[in-house]
Structures are given as C-alpha cells and as structure tokens.
C-alpha cells in the first residue's frame, strides 16, 4: 500500500498558550460581570427599603408652596383589604389596607401612604407606595411600562373608580415626595424607585375618569 508521507499540521505550543489565555479572560469577564449584576441588584434593593423605611412625609409642592395634606381617619381599624389596586396593562392586581392598620406596610403590602385619601373623598388623593426590583414584595417593578393615557382601577366600598395616567416625573430621593397634581381633580397617585436609579424614585399622577357600580 503506498505510504501518505504529508505530515500533520499541529497546533504550536505559542497558540495553544494565547487560546487558554483568551478563554480564561472571557469566562473572568463573565464571571465579574454576573458578580457586579448581582451586586448592584442588592445594593438597588437596599436603597429602595432605606428610602421607604425612613420615608413618613408626603410632601405636597403646588406653585411653589410646600405643606402636607392632612386626612381625618374615622371608623374601626381593620387588618383585611379594603380595596384592589388593577392595572391590566402590567397584569397587576393587589389590595391595600386601611392606612392605620398595622399591615399597611411596604415590606408587606402595597402601602397606603399616610396623608392619603381615600377614593371617595372628592377631589382627594389617593397615594400608593411600592417596592421595585427583585423578590415577592416588589409589587410595583413594572410601573416603568406604563405611559401617559394608561388605566388604572381602584375597587373600593362596592364602586370601581376608573384612573388615567396624566403625569409621569421622578423626582431625587430625599426623604419626602414631591407631588404634583390638579387640585381641583380627585387622582390617584403612584410612588415607586426608578427603573435601574437607585436615586430617584417616580410618581405616576392619575386623574378619576369615572365611577361605576360594583
């Protein structure tokens, strides 16, 4: 039989070395990428529960005037929902409780933010907090795909009250909540952190469109 006398090619030792060099760089990058990815996950969430910890002033800015709205709660305090929060958009539904309760809590529950009406108060605001990012409680992580003209509904009391989106606006962590609104509306507003900002957080204003029978 006759002999195949071409030689081999082979991978010399040089090239060998600069493949294992770029592999191990690669999977380094990947590696440090996935380790920072996750800590700036926890370091977002961390801010995000300081801010809504601390956070007990809903300050309330109209042409230039800064004071807080005070609401008069009466009746018994209950531990069950009084109302749902839906906006299809997001597939989000959830209750809230009365805001004196001891479960209306972010860690918990959607929070009723204190200084809030409730959706039968003419002309009133209602005022809803949530925690954005990861984990079972971030109830309001999709907020950033709603937009201007977007509906929300509030059930409450056997009467569902129709919200649309007016104003979307951030506004810098500093311990109280700018919110700006139309006073001679009844709306609903919603407060959550930024989509990745870790500084600011955003507020949806919603004005009442119409109340229907349950």
Not at 22 to 30: E, M, N, P, V
Not at 36 to 42: A, D, F, G, L, P
Not at 73 to 89: A, S
């Amino acid at each position: 039989m006759p002999i195949d006398n071409k030689k081999k090619k082979r991978i010399s030792p040089s090239v060998l070395a600069a493949l294992s060099a770029i592999t191990i760089l690669i999977g380094g990058f990947f590696l440090s990428y996935n380790y920072i990815q996750k800590k700036k996950i926890i370091a977002y969430d961390y801010i995000s529960n300081i801010f809504y910890t601390n956070n007990e002033n809903i300050l309330i800015e109209e042409d230039g005037i800064k004071r807080e709205e005070t609401v008069t709660d009466d009746g018994p305090v209950t531990n069950e929902y009084i109302g749902y929060l839906n906006i299809p958009k997001i597939n989000l539904t959830k209750g809230f409780l009365d805001k004196r309760s001891t479960e209306n809590d972010v860690e918990k529950n959607i929070l009723v933010v204190e200084g809030s009406s409730y959706p039968d108060t003419d002309k009133g605001n209602l005022i809803l907090a949530g925690h954005s990012g990861t984990g079972w409680k971030a109830f309001f992580n999709d907020l950033y795909k709603l937009n201007k003209g977007d509906l929300a509904y509030v059930t409450y009391k056997n009467k569902k009250y129709t919200y649309k989106i007016v104003n979307i606006y951030t506004h810098p962590k500093t311990g109280t909540i700018a919110i700006y609104r139309n006073y001679d509306k009844t709306t609903l507003t919603l407060v959550t952190c930024t989509n990745n900002d870790a500084t600011t957080q955003t507020i949806y204003i919603a004005e009442l469109q119409e109340i229907t029978e349950q």
